[in-house]
């Protein structure tokens, strides 16, 4: 006889292999891999002693927002390297807000982290190597001052 658990039986845990990048200066693409969707806050810690006894007490500090690393196949666009290149050149306006999107099987969107004033703080492409036939990968990290999980 086969092992059952109680109540209804329901899928609600998320798959990472369904997903979008959406960036509001325009820049599109096909990724296969994002990664850093990342809070970390420091702790600070605050010992009180009353000369026999001690006591250490936590307390949240700063918060940063981890790097957003975006990895897709290389291709002729160049809006990423375009991009990095006018911070380099000195351009005023570079930065963007954007969001990662996570989809259920029938399209459905069911997860999204928005982040905000993006910027590219490193592009790099794969290493060329003549013995292999693997696709090139352009890598792009994403500097980023807020991310906020929405669903």
């Known amino acids: 006889m086969p092992i059952t658990s109680p109540g209804l039986l329901e899928d609600v845990e998320f798959v990472g292999s369904w997903f979008n990048v959406e960036l ?7 990724f296969k891999e994002v990664s850093g969707l990342a809070i970390d806050t420091t702790v600070v810690e605050i010992t009180d002693s009353n000369g026999t006894d001690s006591q250490t007490r936590k307390r949240p500090g700063q918060t940063n927002y981890g790097d957003i690393v975006l990895k897709r196949t290389l291709s002729p666009d160049k809006s990423f390297w375009d991009w990095a290149k006018s911070i380099r050149d000195g ?15 029938t399209g459905k969107e069911i997860g999204r982290w928005n982040f905000t004033n993006a910027w590219p703080s490193k592009w790099s492409a794969s290493d060329l190597d003549v013995g292999s036939d693997d696709p090139m990968i352009e890598e792009v990290t994403l500097a980023v001052e807020l991310l906020q999980r929405k669903s």
């Open 24 to 30: 509001s200066n325009g820049i599109k693409g096909l």
């Open 91 to 105: 351009k005023k306006t570079y930065r963007t807000d954007g969001s990662i999107v996570l989809f259920d099987i």
